[in-house]
């Protein structure tokens, strides 16, 4: 089956880095795409970044554009999220998530998702 385990997360202090990870396995992704979401306590889950599989086109929202970058290799079959400059704000647990197609900003459109991976950043 498809299993997705995120790793990576931690205690960083604002303005720090930290890269995630996300280990696919159960299938084939190349017509796929990935995206990570975050969810803080009390608040909705939200699109932080996607890519798709084959292409490697990425998108970010405003709110983290140019300070998360989103890579994938295939021959590990793992996707990335690099995170700098975090800020107090980013912290939440974040989930690598896939869908088949299109790439999509929306939660309810993913098939698969991984437990998550608690990051904290200190003020």
């Known amino acids: 089956q498809v299993q997705l385990v995120e790793s990576g997360g931690g205690l960083v202090q604002a303005g720090g880095s930290l890269r995630l990870s996300c280990a696919a396995s159960?299938?084939?992704?190349?017509?796929?795409?990935m995206g990570w979401f975050r969810q803080a306590p009390g608040k909705e889950r939200e699109f932080v970044a996607g890519?798709?599989?084959?292409?490697?086109?990425?998108y970010y929202p405003d709110s983290v554009k140019g300070r998360f970058t989103i890579s994938r290799d295939s021959a590990k079959n793992t996707v990335y999220l690099q995170m700098n400059s975090l800020k107090p704000e980013d912290t939440a647990v974040y989930y690598c998530?896939?869908?088949?197609?299109?790439?999509?900003?929306?939660?309810?459109?993913?098939?698969?998702w991984g437990q998550g991976t608690q990051v904290t950043v200190s003020s």
């Open positions: 159960g299938r084939t992704f190349s017509s796929y795409a």
């Open positions: 998530a896939a869908k088949s197609g299109p790439l999509r900003v929306g939660v309810g459109g993913y098939d698969y």
């Open positions: 890519i798709t599989w084959s292409a490697g086109n990425t």
